[in-house]
């Protein structure tokens, strides 16, 4: 095992409440452990231009309450071809750093699995991303963040949807995982849940919005992830209104706002939670591994495990929301 003297930090896919937060704990801890640490701007697309640059305590300074990453993100294809994995590789060997610490979602763990398996390079991945779709870790760096948002908003619209007698569909995130729309939605008390891990049939939907219990409701909402199989918001709400007129229907579609603003609390000690161990565990030798926190235990899970095992959706939560929307 190499001795760690130098590690390589970076942030990758989409970007999350937090990760500024993890930045920091990573570089601080490190400088602390007597290591010098390098930022790779923009993810792997840094990686492969050698887009790096020093860092130092005050290089971290004032960025905990900031949303965004100030090493910036991307999207890069080129680290999923061998020659440009191989570029990023003779980089990181050139620049002299020992490891390599990854903060984002299931696709960047699958480029750090893919970078260790082929060159054998210390990699350790800390979960971030709004969606909380990842296996080993309870929650994931941004998602608290994201909610939050979320409900801000959707209180918002349930006071217009209130005074006006109308039914919104409020589109939030989730391309494959409903988490944001179902705690988000039993938070603001939605009258309905459309996540991509049911079946969404509009007679159904139709049948609960026209329930007698809730003949009196002055509004409805119904949070859709964007990942239903029923089609996003505006399409649902659509084939909605061809068949139910009794309300007033309105689409939001809440969108990037989701993924922007200053963490909250809970993220931001996450982050640092994780940053801190992480970089421990890369000094003790551990590498192939996301980070996470489970029942508040510190929890090392296999890159390959974090991104392949399907997160199950806890459907009573979804009767629930039901029998308290009444
Ligand atoms: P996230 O990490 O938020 O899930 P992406 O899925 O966009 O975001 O992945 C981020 C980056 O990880 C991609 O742009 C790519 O550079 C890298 N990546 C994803 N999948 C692979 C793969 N199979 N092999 C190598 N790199 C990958």
């Known amino acids: 095992m190499t001795e760690i003297k130098k590690i390589g930090v970076l942030t990758s896919g989409g970007d999350a409440p937090g990760m500024n937060a993890a930045i920091r704990a990573v570089v601080r801890t490190a400088i602390y452990h007597g290591l010098e640490v390098v930022g790779i701007m923009e993810g792997y697309s840094g990686l492969i231009n050698n887009d790096f640059i020093e860092m130092h305590s005050h290089s971290v300074s004032n960025i905990i309450q900031r949303g965004g990453t100030i090493l910036r993100t991307a999207r890069c294809e080129e680290f999923k071809t061998k020659e440009g994995m191989k570029k990023a590789y003779q980089n990181l060997i050139n620049a ?6 990854v903060i984002g979602g299931d696709g960047t763990f699958r480029g750090a699995h893919t970078l260790y398996k082929r060159y054998n ?10 969606d909380n779709d990842l296996f080993g870790t309870d929650y994931t760096i941004g998602y608290d963040t994201a909610l939050n948002t979320v ?3 959707v209180d918002k619209i349930r006071d ?3 005074s006006h007698n109308r039914l919104f569909f ?9 988490f944001i729309a179902l705690n988000s939605g039993i938070a603001c008390g939605a009258e309905a849940i459309l996540i991509p891990e049911t079946k969404t049939h509009v007679h159904d939907l139709i049948n609960i919005l ?3 219990w809730r003949e009196n409701k002055k509004s409805l909402i119904i949070i859709v992830a964007e990942g239903d199989d029923a089609g996003g918001a505006y399409s649902i709400a659509k084939k909605v209104k061809q068949e139910y007129s009794k309300y007033d229907t309105r689409v939001t579609v809440l969108g990037h706002i989701q993924r922007g ?3 909250s609390c809970t993220d931001r000690v996450l982050a640092s939670t994780l940053g801190f161990e992480a970089v421990k565990a890369a000094i003790s030798g551990k590498t192939d591994i996301m980070i996470g926190e489970i029942n508040k235990k510190i929890v090392f899970t296999p890159f390959e495990n974090a991104s392949k095992y399907n997160l199950k ?14």
Do not use: C, H, W
């Open 210 to 212: 026209d329930y007698e």
């Open 121 to 130: 390079f210390p990699v350790i991945g800390l979960p971030g991303t709004i």
């Open 261 to 263: 603003g200053s963490p």
């Open 151 to 153: 409900i801000q908003a």
């Open 96 to 101: 002299n750093i020992n490891a390599l610490i």
């Open 170 to 178: 409020v589109e939030v995130m989730g391309r494959d995982a409903g």
């Open 160 to 162: 217009t949807a209130d």
């Open 313 to 326: 959706i806890n459907k009573n939560m979804l009767d629930m929301a039901r029998v308290l929307s009444l």
